[in-house]
């Protein structure tokens, strides 16, 4: 598929949302991509992942590893493709950590997925996560880059779609000096 492909599917699930929002990151913007309007359709999900999944294929990860809550998704997608296992990695006292009896073997090569990335940080952490298991990074795959390619995880990074979306650090939000209220993340209503 091609990115104007792409960009088409979240038009058509009503992904991109324009608003004054805080973002996971810490950060304000005025869009925010909704990955769950995708998420929920399973056929469509595959169908993105199967990208991601052929672009792995010839690394022959062992293992699939998400973040919580999106990534689970797509890991699982992505592992049934690549017939391997998914696991995920959920949030402890702030970081991300394997839970559920999931483990990483020393010397298992191991490929990240994630769903949209803004700083990078729930990537960094992966792949911290990935370095003291003991575990090879064999590539990184994403649905959506909005740091405009600001974010650099070296030649192993698989973005289906990069935008440019502009952030904000709350003091410096042009939303926030315009009194424009938070949109509460991934639905239209006001917090």
Partial sequence: ????????????????????????????????????????YPLLTDKLCKDIAEHFRKTKPHVIVGAATGGIIISHSIGRLLSTRSIFAERENKNLVLR???????????????DVVTTGGSIYELMDLVTKKGGILMGIGVFIDRSGEKVNFGDSYFPLITMDIPTYKPEECPLCASNIPLTTRGRTGKK
Avoid at 9 to 34: M, N, P
Avoid at 101 to 114: A, M, Q, S, T, Y
Wanted: proline share 2%; hydrophobic share 35%; aromatic share 10%.
């Fill in 1 to 40: 598929m091609k990115t104007e492909s792409y960009l088409d599917i979240l038009k058509e699930c009503g992904a991109t949302l324009k608003g004054h929002f805080l973002l996971t990151s810490g950060l304000h913007s005025d869009t925010y991509v909704e990955k769950f309007k995708v998420l929920q």
């Fill in 100 to 114: 559920r009896g999931f483990d990483i073997k020393p010397g298992e090569r191991v490929l990240i997925v994630d």
